[in-house]
Each structure stands twice: as structure tokens, then as C-alpha cells.
């Protein structure tokens, strides 16, 4: 059974860092995209950056572009968000997300269908 468990988060001023993890287990990692939403409250989930599964082709959604780079690391079954230059508009939960298909590349939340359980990260103005 496929588990992405993401971790990370916390509360951070503005201006400041975070470094967002997923691991994955259950399946062969290197094997598929990954990709991390995230979920404001009141508002719908978003996809603000997705990989290719070779680690060669990036995403970012145009409200994150320059502050937020997405890494994977095939070897430790991790991919990663940092997140720089965060504003209180960052302030949601990050899902650490995945296709149901191998060698499958896509740059839309809704092909997205394997869900970590979130993580919380909070911008302080």
C-alpha cells in the first residue's frame, strides 16, 4: 500500500524558510511524478509545483515562481518544497501528492489521485 507522509511545516514569519518533506513508501518512487498542493482555508486545493519522475521537468504555479523550488531525491524515496521569501498568502496545508500511474508527468491537480495526509505551514505577517 502506497503512503506519502509529509513533514516540515510549523509557523514562520514573513520573509522567512521552510523545507518541506515526502516520503514515499510502497511503490517504486523514481517511477512516478510527484507534485505538492496546498489548501486554504475557505479556498480549493491547489497544485503549486509538480516534478517529472527523472527529476528533469518542474512546475510552479505562477503565485509561487522564484520562492518555492520542488527537489526529489530518488535514492531516499523523498521529494521535497523549499519554500523562501514565504508571505502570509503561503499560509495553508501542503499535500504531498502523486499519480496513480507510472512514467506519468502531469502539471494538473486533478491527475493527481495518491494524497499524503498534509502539513500544516503558517506565515506570520
Known amino acids: 500500500q502506497v503512503q506519502l507522509v509529509e513533514s516540515g511545516g510549523g509557523l514562520v514569519q514573513a520573509g522567512g524558510s521552510l523545507r518541506l518533506s515526502c516520503v514515499v513508501s510502497?511503490?517504486?518512487?523514481?517511477?512516478?511524478?510527484m507534485g505538492w498542493s496546498r489548501q486554504a482555508p475557505g479556498k480549493e486545493r491547489e497544485l503549486v509545483a509538480a516534478?517529472?519522475?527523472?527529476?528533469?521537468?518542474?512546475y510552479y504555479a505562477d503565485s509561487v515562481k522564484g520562492r518555492l523550488t520542488i527537489s526529489r531525491d530518488n535514492a531516499k524515496n523523498t521529494v521535497y518544497l523549499q519554500m523562501n521569501s514565504l508571505k502570509s498568502e503561503d499560509t495553508a496545508v501542503y499535500y504531498c501528492a502523486s499519480p496513480l500511474k507510472p512514467y506519468y508527468y502531469s502539471e494538473k491537480q486533478t491527475d493527481f489521485g495518491v494524497w499524503g495526509q498534509g502539513t500544516q505551514v503558517i506565515v506570520s505577517s
Open positions: 510502497g511503490r517504486t518512487f523514481s517511477m512516478y511524478g
Open positions: 516534478i517529472h519522475w527523472n527529476g528533469d521537468t518542474t
